[in-house]
């Protein structure tokens, strides 16, 4: 017997989605892995955290090269479970670039 499953209904005041939309619409968010836009400041910040060191944070003027950065951050620590922003082809056939796509989901 199959037992009907009740959809979960999330209000637009809940949820991650609502928080990622409500977060590019401020300015805070980036295209970018690893990126987001300090409004206060105007610049761009890169973050990484490193598994047993302290997060890795780095201020930047351009989105591109705090996204380079991001990527070279990657590279070097060997975190190949985090996407790259440009990525080489041989990495991008790996499937380490973006997709270009979106997800309402975080972490989709």
Do not use: C
């Not at 591109?64 to 991001?70: K, T």
């Amino acid at each position: 017997v199959l037992v009907p499953v009740p959809a979960v209904v999330v209000s637009e005041k809940q949820g991650s989605a609502h928080d990622d939309d409500s977060k590019r619409r401020n300015g805070t968010l980036s295209k970018m892995f690893g990126v987001t836009w300090d409004k206060k400041n105007k610049i761009f910040r890169q973050q990484l955290s490193v598994p047993g060191q302290k997060r890795v944070t780095k201020s930047f003027k351009d989105e591109q090269l705090a996204g380079r950065e991001h990527d070279r951050l990657v590279r070097f620590y060997n975190l190949t479970h985090l996407p790259l922003n440009f990525p080489t082809e041989e990495e991008f056939k790996a499937g380490r670039g973006s997709s270009g796509k979106s997800s309402a989901f975080r972490g989709v």
